[in-house]
DNA sequence: CTATGTATGTTATACTATAACATGTCAAGG
DNA sequence: CCTTGACATGTTATAGTATAACATACATAG
């Protein structure tokens, strides 16, 4: 579980995005009265820096030569906290996880994943969430959360050709 | 991996719909020419009679009692060849899969998982794909194949209050 | 300072999925 | 007929993902 590819469709300042995305999370727990403790912290850093999804078994490597633990419930545990409190989010199709680039914000995304090299990116979706909402309705289902991901093909992949 | 629940929201005729799921499936298959074997055909029968969401692993135990294979890629072969011919689905979010309930539409489903009684339903969702291939394009991606899915409440477990 | 709740570390195991190879089956062409 | 080639199934083995359960540490309120 390796997604190595270019870091978003788009390119930017990684320290900057990951820093305001740090700085959010701050703010964010430091309001609800949660504990942003060491592991939790640096898994977020560890995929915000990384800015791609991430294997848990990914991040549970790069803990573990940290010092943290080095078994599968220290990343998960940690994955969870973040994804609950809306920092991180689970791409399903990857069984993997990647930072929130837009944390407190509205909150619905959808992720497009380029089949071709691999890249994933966070698309706004609170048009797609209004529709599912809309499509659940009409058979009287309530949608807490929901999970909407694309495998397709980036712009990148689609003008140079295979990658 | 034991999705029981009420077989879909609504109550309807299993061995009528299940019937019409296999015909389908009969014709689009002879169309295209493939072969539906005994093992695939049964796959599709054990998921369109059950009507719910099964991990492969359930329909592997139903395969191996009547005297198929027994081990894994005798279920998950058959449960792709399904999926790519457009006659189940997987339902990522609980590593399962399910019969489609309308092979050969336009062919844009989302499903609906009630997390109190674990039924599943697939509803129509063109609106949501149509509004998921916009946001796509926005960012110049070209969506080929989409995963939706919604978390919520289904219609009786709203006005019954838990199961 | 101690009790309480919560987080982390650790052990063990369950669950999900696929690679690789052997065997069997079927249909088309010789 | 029978062989060849393509495809499907069976089987072995293993990889990859996830969680239950318990032990330990750590912070904060009282």
Avoid: K, W
């Avoid at 609950?84 to 399903?92: D, E, L, S, T």
């Amino acid at each position: 579980m390796n997604h190595d590819h270019s870091p978003a469709f788009l390119r930017h300042d990684h320290a900057r995005c990951a820093g305001s995305v740090l700085a959010a999370a701050d703010a964010v727990i430091a309001e609800r009265g949660l504990r942003f403790t060491p592991v939790r912290r640096r898994v977020l850093e560890i995929l915000a820096e990384e800015h791609r999804a991430m294997g848990a078994y990914d991040v549970l490597e790069r803990l573990s030569a940290e010092g943290f633990g080095n078994q599968p419930p220290v990343a998960y545990r940690a994955l969870e906290f973040l994804e609950a409190q809306g920092f991180a989010h689970r791409i399903r199709r990857l069984n993997a996880f990647t930072a929130c680039m837009h944390p407190g914000e509205s909150h619905a995304a959808a992720f497009l994943i380029c089949g071709t090299c691999n890249a994933v990116a966070e698309a706004p979706a609170a048009e797609v969430a209004a529709a599912l909402d809309r499509a659940a309705g009409n058979l009287g289902f309530t949608v807490e959360r929901s999970t909407i991901e694309a495998l397709g093909t980036c712009p990148a992949c689609q003008t140079g050709g295979a990658a």
